[in-house]
């Protein structure tokens, strides 16, 4: 089915990615393998369960869990655990025994419910399929192959017998690789059959990866480097490249669902208590051009005081003395839009200090520690900015 739904001879066709298979009930592992994989996911879910990057919010896990049992039906839902871990980056998996992951860095990316839909379907069939017991058979069976090659090319001991164990490997990593991408173009198949027949849009599942190619090009363009070729298939790659996702998931999308709710409302206010966490972590990563297409993209409808003060920081950490001025400029707007936001304060008197503008920089660290008298870093911002009287 993978094959035939993402062969790009298709992409342009009048095709709609089917719905997805009737729900047979609650799975049971069958077999020595299948059930040794679950016991292992059991194992990991026991340490992931207690991990300090999970984040235990409840509304906040009640809400992707909903959007996840929204998209595939509450039957399927029910089988899966959901950790919403906190890593700024673009991911997401599923372990056989259905413990799902979500990392922190797929919900900044992200805009609306319809994408995290994309996201959360396409991982729920890679569960369904059970493709990570298919992937396991198939990488016992290349290194029991490649193991008994090896076996004859040193029984020949030859010139020949070397070269033509060293062909096969290259071979069989190859098909491995090629194997792995087609379980991903399946559930990206699986992923937009549960959207097209959900009550959100469809065609926002190829948003998510034009915004992902677009925030590449970004990080590219400011570090320097080649843009990266979007439709290039690396022989070792073990997912599409991503304009063959984005233009096939396009292509497939049901046209009647283009003017179905997105979502973009409710998943903004769902994220907004942990927006300012989750872009301070991006910003750490030290990826100028990526965090600042993040920024610039939430942003689309209208800056916030939020959002600008995670620009300033954003400028503030590379540290150019022209970063220095800009990141100044951020906080300074958004000061204008409220005074009261001691994060605000905070940049905009670091910034100042930094550019030589010590008594004004004085001033919004003093005002930072009115508003925020129980920072931790109140002792620090003291010695800075003592109070009236001080030097």
């Known amino acids: 089915m993978a094959v035939a739904f993402m062969a790009p001879a298709a992409i342009g066709q009048s095709k709609i990615a089917p719905p997805p298979p009737p ?5 049971q592992p069958q077999g020595v393998d299948e059930i040794g994989l679950w016991r292992e996911g059991d194992e990991d879910e026991r340490i992931l369960a207690n991990s300090p990057i999970v984040l235990r919010d409840e509304a906040l896990n009640a809400y992707v869990k909903g959007v996840l049992c929204a998209t595939v039906g509450d039957d399927r839902c029910r089988s899966v655990r959901l950790y919403i871990l ?5 991911n997401a998996s599923m372990a056989p025994n259905g413990t799902m992951r979500v990392y922190s860095g797929l919900l900044l990316r992200v805009r609306n ?15 369904e399929q059970r493709h990570t017991l298919a992937d396991w058979k198939a990488r016992r069976s290349s290194s029991d192959l490649l193991s008994w090659a090896a076996v004859l090319a040193l029984l020949g001991n030859t010139y020949q017998s070397y070269s033509n164990f060293d062909s096969l490997q290259l071979s069989v990593y190859g098909r491995l690789s090629h194997f792995n991408r087609d379980q991903e173009r399946e559930a990206d198949a699986l992923g937009l059959g549960y959207l097209n027949h959900s009550a959100l849009r469809p065609q926002s599942a190829s948003v998510v990866w034009q915004n992902l190619m677009a925030e590449q090009e970004a990080s590219a363009l400011v570090r320097g480097v080649r843009k990266p070729d979007f439709n290039k298939v690396a022989f070792f790659a073990s997912h599409p490249p991503s304009g063959e996702r984005a233009a096939t998931l396009a292509a497939f ?55 600008l003060v995670a620009r300033g920081d954003l400028y503030r950490a590379r540290g150019n003395p022209r970063d220095l001025a800009q990141a100044a400029e951020f906080y300074g707007k958004a000061v204008e839009m409220d005074a009261g936001l001691p994060e605000a304060q905070r940049g905009l008197g670091l ?30 911002i003291n010695m800075l900015a003592p109070a009236a009287g001080g030097q």
Not at 86 to 90: D, G, K, N, T
Not at 113 to 127: I, N, Q
């Open 23 to 27: 729900y047979t009930g609650a799975y």
């Open 86 to 90: 906190r890593v700024p980056l673009f």
């Open 113 to 127: 419910e319809a994408e995290l839909a994309t996201v959360l379907g396409h991982e729920f069939g890679h569960f």
């Open 253 to 307: 999308a049901d046209p009647a669902g283009a003017e179905r709710d997105d979502g973009i409302a409710r998943y903004a206010a769902a994220l907004a208590p942990w927006l300012p966490t989750f872009l301070d972590d991006q910003i750490k990563l030290n990826d100028f051009g990526a965090s600042d297409y993040i920024i610039s993209s939430l942003a689309q409808n209208g800056w916030t005081a939020p959002l």
């Open 351 to 380: 910034s100042l200090f930094k550019t030589g503008r010590r008594t004004e920089g004085q001033t919004a660290l003093r005002r930072y520690l009115e508003l925020k008298p129980n920072a931790s870093d109140a002792a620090m």
